[in-house]
């Protein structure tokens, strides 16, 4: 008769040892660990880089609404800078100091949208007494208020992510294309492979137990659902497979550190930027041509914008008049120029060719159709380019209708792929808890001493030494903490405004809730929908304070700064992951990223602002207009004249187009996480729907932006099929170098005029003015 054995239960002891094991492996496969995170070098160097963006993206946000993280180009700028210095620098500059450097630098450079500075800023600023009869009409901020309010909102968001980043980067292994992207970058950049958090010891170690515990059987199933997810790994990252239309292999297995060592790594970054990336790239010669081919696109940009300001018609070319014979004045009548703006072109070389095909569709559809419709018929009474009382007014409604639709949409996406993917993790825990159970059940015949679930599951909670994560109680605290700050602050800043402090209180915990969702769509989709997050707020606060514009404004700033800073952060930290940077040095270098940006941005704003009229001529300032009107409607004031069923028809064309988008993407994501964390990507043609946001900028920017943007979206289009063509040919010195070599002219085109605009910047406030007005017209450029 067979006796039964007592069972073994796993004592505390037994348990450490295994951790204390997984956590001396985890410092083994983390690459370069002898080399600092945190340095106050690589702050410096962020912050100034940071500082560049900030220039760049108030200058952009002002004029067009367009802001960027930047972290490919904060990566290799810093990157470039130290390469320069090596040889006066004792300790090297690593991977994990690289990251640090991208996330202080990030954090620094968008604070002109976290902080409302081209949104809700201006906007309280162009209120009328009508929309503010108690409190005199319009709200303009000290420079010591602007400060007050960038503190306050600064803050919570980066606390609010912390949570998240085990959830979201650990468990569920969201892709955040973006952070992905730029952990390849580096990695490439410092010849660093990306940490293999499968742990091939401890995959080897759970196998053997697997073998001992199921037996042959067992073991056969378990190879065979590791042949599985390598098929499917393999299957993904073929030729043309896009997973969520971003990434070609985000996998944490074997495929990605083979990819890696065959010296060539698929980058899908931001915006959509996609290229290939070898270690040709930091061969000399290749390094020198790149760099070279940055500082001269760079000059370009920067001599096109000194250019510009003293012979003013240089950004606002007539063209169709020219075309006309000068018999139509398209341009001044219907608002139709061109502005050949190289860092345009750059950024519609970033975005690719179907985003920047939608928004020239949008503008189509709003200048060349609708807003001579509604002229023509009188439905307005302004001249076309009159915010208030012209066509641009009118269609700017029809574009923040689309704007609504795809938000509700896609965040109503999230929240349903969320419930969806709670469900089946908790069937599937409870699935391994029974199994678990049998194990048990099991060991009492066989003797075997380690429940391979249990191990398994305890282990992946771990990524990085404990020293390296923030503490919980640090957490906790600056979250309180940042909250009470925000709470203070904003009653202090808009105490004469009487913004109720429950009111603010709300908006907080409504940010919290709804910068969940972001970080979820980001992770998901690379798109962080801030915008929608604060229209949200809108929507959900004109019940709370009904008939106060300025409430309804700052709590969907509130919101939509948590969104932002909460999504930034969680990118960064999706690049340290992947590269075993500390995760407590990004978090860290976030806050002072965001502190320094608090008086940074400041400054930069308030120079604009009283050296340039906003909205004006050179900066429309296209959001803010966005933000108050949707605060207006919210709070009971009519919609223009016969807008309702254009604004009903788009949104509903659009929505339904985004609900293909939704349950597509959503399929192939659910589908993705079937087997063992393998991913599977959504149809090809999906990428091509029109995208309801870009649509909508494209409608509510005037043309000449969004011409520049289509005609560097056609030529991202050809180079890659020229470099495809090309590929490999020896002649073809620059169709080698690949796209990456087309990204970094259009990120020269980008920064040199944001950079420059600081010198144009003094000019003005010099009131140095044009050399000549030739060609100009009224409304159009700085001369009139």
């Not at 009382?389 to 704007?403: K, P």
Request: a neutral charge; glycine letters at 10%; aromatic letters at 10%.
């Amino acid at each position: 008769m067979a006796t039964v054995a007592e069972p073994r239960h796993h004592d505390k002891q037994e348990e450490e040892t295994h951790t204390n094991a997984h956590l001396t492996q985890i410092q083994e496969d983390r690459p370069q660990q002898d080399l600092p995170h945190f340095t106050w070098r690589s702050m410096a160097v962020g912050i100034f880089i940071g500082t560049l963006l900030c220039f760049t993206n108030m200058y952009f946000g002002l004029q067009t609404g367009w802001i960027s993280m930047m972290s490919l180009q904060s990566s290799l700028l810093g990157f470039a800078i130290f390469k320069a210095l090596k040889n006066f620098i004792k300790v090297p500059f690593g991977p994990a100091e690289n990251i640090v450097l991208q996330s202080v630098a990030v954090a620094t450079g968008t604070m002109p949208l976290a902080a409302g500075f081209v949104g809700i800023i201006p906007a309280l600023k162009l209120m009328t007494l009508e929309d503010n009869p108690n409190h005199g009409g319009p709200v303009e901020l000290s420079a010591g208020n602007l400060i007050l309010w960038s503190l306050a909102i600064a803050f919570f968001g980066v606390f609010i992510a912390v949570p998240l980043r085990r959830q979201v980067i650990i468990k569920e292994k969201l892709p955040f294309p973006s952070g992905t992207a730029t952990a390849q970058m580096i990695g490439v950049l410092h010849n660093t492979p990306l940490v293999n958090h499968s742990n091939p010891h401890h995959r080897q170690h759970v196998t053997e137990v697997a073998s001992a515990q199921f037996g042959e059987e067992g073991l056969r199933r378990r190879n065979k659902n590791n042949a599985d997810e390598k098929a499917d790994l393999e299957e993904y990252t073929k030729e043309g497979q896009q997973p969520l239309g971003q990434l070609a292999a985000v996998d944490y297995g074997d495929q990605r550190h083979a990819q890696q060592a065959s010296g060539k790594v698929e980058i899908h970054g931001e915006n959509g930027e996609h290229f290939t990336l070898d270690k040709e790239f930091l061969q000399e010669d290749n390094w020198r041509l790149n760099m070279t081919a940055l500082a001269i696109s760079f000059g370009l940009s920067a001599l096109y914008t000194i250019l510009s300001y003293f012979f003013p018609v240089v950004s606002t070319v007539p063209i169709f008049d020219w075309l006309s014979g000068m018999t139509v004045t398209v341009a001044s009548t219907w608002q139709w120029y061109l502005t050949p703006s190289l860092s345009y072109v750059g950024q519609g070389v970033i975005m690719g060719f179907p985003t920047t095909a939608s928004m020239l569709l949008g503008c189509v559809v709003g200048w060349g159709i609708l807003s001579p419709v509604v002229t023509n018929k009188k439905w307005v009474t302004g001249p076309v380019g009159s915010s208030t009382s012209g066509a641009r007014g009118w269609i700017l409604w029809v574009s923040l209708g689309v704007m609504i639709a795809e938000a509700v949409v896609s965040l109503l996406g999230v929240i349903v792929l969320s419930f969806i993917a709670h469900y089946r993790r908790k069937t599937r825990e409870k699935r391994n808890a029974e199994r678990r159970a049998a194990l048990e059940a099991s060991a009492t015949h066989t003797g075997a001493d380690i429940d391979a679930f249990s191990v398994e599951e305890n282990l992946e909670d771990e990524d990085a030494p404990i020293d390296q994560l923030v503490p919980l109680k640090l957490w906790v605290c600056g979250l309180i903490l940042s909250s009470a700050l925000c709470l203070l602050l904003i009653w202090v800043v808009f105490k004469d405004q009487h913004m109720p402090v429950y009111a603010t209180l709300l908006a907080i915990v409504l940010g919290c809730l709804l910068s969940v969702l972001g970080v979820r769509a980001l992770g998901s989709t690379d798109l962080n929908p801030v915008s929608g997050i604060g229209k949200v707020s809108q929507f959900a606060f004109a019940g709370v304070v009904p008939g106060g514009i300025v409430a309804n404004l700052i709590a969907g700033g509130i919101a939509e700064a948590g969104a932002q800073q909460a999504g930034d952060l969680m990118q960064d930290l999706k690049t340290g992951h992947l590269l075993g940077a500390s995760p407590k040095a990004q978090f860290w270098a976030q806050l002072i990223g965001s502190l320094a940006s608090v008086f940074i941005s400041t400054g930069v704003f308030k120079l604009y602002s009283s050296a340039y009229e906003l909205p004006g001529p050179q900066f429309a300032v296209p959001t803010a207009k966005v933000w108050l009107d949707l605060a207006r409607l919210l709070n009971g004031h009519p919609l223009p004249y016969n807008t309702g069923p254009f604004i009903w028809g788009f949104a509903g064309f659009f929505a339904l187009l985004t609900i293909i988008q939704v349950v597509y993407s959503d399929v192939a994501f659910l589908k993705s996480r079937s087997r063992n964390g393998s991913i599977r990507g959504r149809p090809r043609w999906i990428g091509w729907i029109p995208s309801g946001i870009a649509f909508a900028i494209g409608m509510y920017n005037l043309p000449n932006f969004t011409l520049a943007r289509f005609v560097g979206g056609v030529v991202s289009l050809w180079w890659d099929w020229h470099c495809k063509k090309y590929a490999g040919h020896p002649s073809a010195k620059y169709a080698k170098l690949g796209r990456v070599f087309l990204i970094i002219i259009a990120s020269g085109f980008v920064l040199g005029e944001g950079t420059f605009s600081i010198v144009n910047l003094i000019l003005k406030t010099a009131k140095i003015h044009s050399a000549s007005c030739v060609g100009c017209y009224a409304g159009a450029c700085s001369c009139n």
